[in-house]
């Protein structure tokens, strides 16, 4: 197997926060969205659902744009991290005003209505992954290399992020705090790149 270059190593190991974030994410909406349904497998497939679809189908569009903008993949990946903190920030507001308004309509209406608002940010970070693929690939020519290294560091960021959220930031922090936290590590993956994009052209 081909050793990942130092130029992709960078950007590999900030896949691990931006997965990191993104199960923060899952726990936290899972949790607000118990005030619409109550503890029940209602919120809990809602949840599950949405990160499923909205995570393959965010793929296949990661891999569109990655072709379409095969020259600018990190300032691509940038603006998609960028995007999933500014909806991260504003989710529980988003989602306490879209049950609000239709919590009294058809059973049906509301988790469907949720369901749609929820894939705009999954579909996102469906997206980052084939981006940086693609990205990874320009260095070490290696496909199975590129997904692999960033299928395990993004996995395990989840993993940890399981632990930390549960046992400690809900310990510590509200529901708002643990969004604007994940938030702020969206933001800090976004500025790193960035950083490290101008760095390299430079």
């Not at 118990?34 to 793929?59: D, Q, R």
């Not at 930031?169 to 790149?193: D, G, K, P, Y």
Request: proline share 2%.
């Amino acid at each position: 197997m081909v050793d990942a270059s130092p130029i992709s190593r960078p950007i590999i190991r900030l896949f691990f926060f931006s997965g990191f974030a993104a199960i923060i994410y899952q726990i936290v909406w899972q949790r607000m969205l118990y005030a619409s349904f109550g503890t029940n497998i209602e919120a809990i497939t809602i949840i599950v659902s949405v990160f499923m679809f909205g995570l393959g189908l965010g793929s296949l569009l990661g891999g569109y744009l990655s072709r379409k903008f095969n020259n600018s993949l990190i300032q691509l990946f940038v603006t998609i991290e960028i995007a999933i903190g500014v909806f991260g920030i504003c989710s529980k507001f988003l989602i306490s005003t879209v049950s609000s308004a239709f919590l009294n309509y058809h059973d049906a209406a509301l988790p469907f209505i949720i369901f749609m608002l929820l894939c705009i940010p999954t579909l996102a970070m469906g997206a980052t992954f084939p981006v940086l693929v693609a990205y990874i690939f320009k260095s070490n020519r290696s496909v199975e290399e590129s997904v692999s290294k960033l299928y395990y560091v993004n996995t395990m960021g989840s993993a940890v992020a399981c632990f930390l959220t549960i046992g400690l930031l809900f310990v510590f922090l509200t529901l708002t705090q643990v969004l604007i936290f994940a938030a702020c590590i969206n933001f800090a993956v976004a500025a790193i790149s960035f950083i490290y994009i101008k760095k390299k052209i430079g």
